[in-house]
T-cell receptor, first 117, second 111 residues
Framework: GAVVSQHPSWVICKSGTSVKIECRSLDFQATTMFWYRQFPKQSLMLMATSNEGSKATYEQGVEKDKFLINHASLTLSTLTVTSAHPEDSSFYIC?????????????FGPGTRLTVL | DAKTTQPPSMDCAEGRAANLPCNHSTISGNEYVYWYRQIHSQGPQYIIHGLKNNETNEMASLIITEDRKSSTLILPHATLRDTAVYYCIVRYLTGGFKTIFGAGTRLFVKA
């Protein structure tokens, strides 16, 4: 299947700083990417859907000014956690939708573990 | 909200078949049944999907009941590496394409 990468795989930051997480589709173009958050022993929660060249659509309860999403190219979406606080510590997972010829599937990245001190 | 119901956990002996049930009684005619799994601290991995016919691939088999209100994922010969959380999801193939995860089933494969 197609490959989605995330960078960094883990990050530790101080409270009040901003952190950027990158999500890349390595061998396909993704007009749509998704960002999820997962707390320990819980399921994945969809945060937002990003479409290349347009504003992201956020799920109810997700602060768009705190979780900035940019999908500037067909292979890259970024999630910036602004003014991070300890409660933002979580596992962030992105996925990309591959709509290539004969395919319409969603592939997931390996995740980024964010720890805010 | 997720449209599926799964048992929270299951055990399976190594080498035996693991049968993971899923209830999706409100599935609509155009929604597919997808299965993913998540091994600890990794991103979800696609396993299989189907609409109404049974499906099989190199990883698993998917059995969907005739009324499509439930399905079973079958791992024919479970190994220790199959220990993971398995998610059953219903989703449109196109259009309203959004994957919402429920709680999933935590499968423990024991030696």
């Amino acid at each position: 299947g197609a490959v989605v990468s995330q960078h960094p795989s883990w990050v530790i930051c101080k409270s009040g700083t901003s952190v950027k997480i990158e999500c890349r589709s390595l061998d396909f173009q993704a007009t749509t990417m998704f960002w999820y958050r997962q707390f320990p022993k819980q399921s994945l929660m969809l945060m937002a859907t990003s479409n290349e060249g347009s504003k992201a659509t956020y799920e109810q309860g997700v602060e768009k000014d705190k979780f900035l999403i940019n999908h500037a190219s067909l292979t890259l979406s970024t999630l910036t956690v602004t003014s991070a606080h300890p409660e933002d510590s979580s596992f962030y997972i992105c996925s990309a939708r591959d709509t290539g010829t004969g395919v319409d599937e969603q592939f997931f990245g390996p995740g980024t573990r964010l720890t805010v001190l | 909200d997720a449209k599926t119901t799964q048992p929270p956990s299951m055990d399976c002996a190594e080498g035996r078949a693991a049968n993971l049930p899923c209830n999706h009684s409100t599935i609509s005619g155009n929604e597919y049944v997808y299965w993913y799994r998540q091994i600890h601290s990794q991103g979800p991995q696609y396993i299989i999907h189907g609409l109404k016919n049974n499906e099989t691939n190199e990883m698993a088999s998917l059995i969907i009941t005739e009324d499509r209100k439930s399905s079973t994922l079958i791992l024919p010969h479970a190994t220790l590496r199959d220990t993971a959380v398995y998610y059953c999801i219903v989703r449109y193939l196109t259009g309203g394409f959004k994957t919402i995860f429920g709680a999933g089933t935590r499968l423990f494969v024991k030696a």
